[in-house]
C-alpha cells in the first residue's frame, strides 16, 4: 500500500422530467437503461476506481449516514472486489484530513455550522472492516472536499497511469463524491458514479446531488449493472503454445498437436506461437 500525504505532495419528488420514472432507492428500473445508454465499452486497463472519504468518521461513526443506507457496507465491498478481479489499472482510496492550518474552508464551515457537524477531522489508521486498501492500492490525503484540490496530486497520477475512465463511489454523496467527481470530470475524464456505493446524511440530499448532475455532468451505473459492463468487455487472453505439427485447416482455423501433451487444440493461426481459443478440438 503506497501512501502519499497532501501535505508534502507538489504536485423523492422535486426531480427533472427526464429523471422522473428513475427511482434511485428502488434501483432495479435502472438496471437495463444505465447499461444500454452508452455505447463506449470500459477498458479496464485504462479506468481507475476513486473510494472517497469511507473512513470511521463518515460511516460507522456518524449515525446520521448510516440510517438510510444499510446496504451501503456490502455495495461499497463488492464494487471494489469486482474491480480487483478485473485489474483496473489503479484502485485509489482518498481520506479527508481537516485542519485549520491546511484547510482556509474549514473557518467558514465552522461559521454556518456553528458546531453541529465536526469541522476538524483528522484520521486515525483504522479502516471500516468492509472497505480497507491492499498493497499496491494508492492512499491519498485531501484538505478539501474534491479529491483533485488540495496538492492530492490525483490529476498527475491519472495522467501519468493513463486513466481515461474514473468510477466513483463512497461519501458524502453530495459533499466530497460530488466534488470530487466534478473535479474529475473538469479535468476530461470521463466520469462514472456508482450510485449504490455512495451514502449521504439522509436518502433525500442523496437523491437531490444525483438527480442533479446524474448523466448531465458524470454517468451513473450500479454496482451490479458495471459489473455486467466490466464483466462484457474483458479481453481473453492469448495462450501461446509450441506444437510438433498442423494437421488439419477447418472452418474453426488450425487444429494442432500440442507437443507436451500430443492433445488436439482448435487454433487460429499456425505459426510458431499460436493463440489459441478456449476448450479441445472435438470435431
Same mark, same amino acid.
Given at each position: 500500500m503506497q501512501v502519499r500525504n497532501s501535505h508534502n505532495v507538489r504536485s423523492a419528488s422535486g426531480l427533472p422530467p427526464h429523471k422522473q420514472e428513475k427511482t434511485f432507492h428502488n434501483t432495479a428500473p435502472l438496471e437495463e437503461s444505465v447499461r444500454s445508454s452508452y455505447c463506449s465499452p470500459l477498458d479496464a486497463s485504462r479506468t481507475a476506481l476513486l473510494i472517497v472519504d469511507v473512513q470511521p468518521e463518515y460511516w460507522s461513526e456518524c449515525p446520521a449516514v448510516r440510517k438510510d443506507f444499510p446496504d451501503f457496507p456490502s455495495r461499497v465491498s463488492s464494487l471494489i472486489q469486482n474491480c480487483r478481479q478485473q485489474n483496473l489499472k489503479r484502485i485509489i482510496w482518498v481520506r479527508a484530513s481537516y485542519d485549520y492550518d491546511h484547510s482556509p474552508w474549514l473557518h467558514q464551515f465552522t461559521r454556518i455550522h456553528r458546531g453541529r457537524? %465536526? %469541522?476538524? #477531522?483528522? %484520521? /486515525? +489508521?483504522?479502516?471500516?472492516?468492509?472497505?480497507?486498501?491492499? @498493497? *499496491? @492500492?494508492?492512499? =491519498?490525503?485531501?484538505? /478539501?472536499? /474534491? /479529491?483533485? +484540490? *488540495? !496538492?492530492? !496530486?490525483? =490529476?498527475?497520477? =491519472?495522467?501519468?497511469? !493513463?486513466?481515461?475512465? #474514473?468510477? #466513483?463511489? *463512497?461519501l458524502i454523496t453530495s459533499v466530497c463524491v460530488q466534488h470530487s467527481a466534478f473535479g474529475v470530470f473538469e479535468a476530461g475524464y470521463r466520469t462514472i458514479l456508482v450510485m449504490d456505493a455512495c451514502a449521504d446524511r439522509g436518502l433525500e440530499r442523496h437523491e437531490a446531488a444525483l438527480a442533479l448532475y446524474g448523466d448531465y455532468m458524470y454517468e451513473l451505473r450500479t454496482v451490479d449493472s458495471l459489473y455486467q459492463e466490466l464483466e462484457e468487455h474483458t479481453p481473453i487472453k492469448a495462450v501461446s503454445l509450441c506444437f510438433d505439427e498442423c494437421i488439419a485447416a477447418n472452418q474453426h482455423g488450425f487444429v494442432i498437436k500440442s507437443q507436451s501433451d500430443g492433445s488436439l487444440t482448435c487454433a487460429t493461426s499456425c505459426d510458431d506461437s499460436i493463440s489459441m481459443s478456449s476448450g479441445a478440438y472435438d470435431d
Open positions: 457537524i %465536526p %469541522p476538524v #477531522v483528522k %484520521p /486515525s +489508521s483504522r479502516w471500516e472492516d468492509f472497505a480497507a486498501p491492499v @498493497e *499496491g @492500492e494508492l492512499v =491519498l490525503a485531501k484538505t /478539501s472536499w /474534491s /479529491s483533485t +484540490s *488540495g !496538492g492530492t !496530486g490525483l =490529476l498527475d497520477i =491519472l495522467e501519468n497511469d !493513463g486513466i481515461e475512465t #474514473v468510477l #466513483v463511489c *463512497g
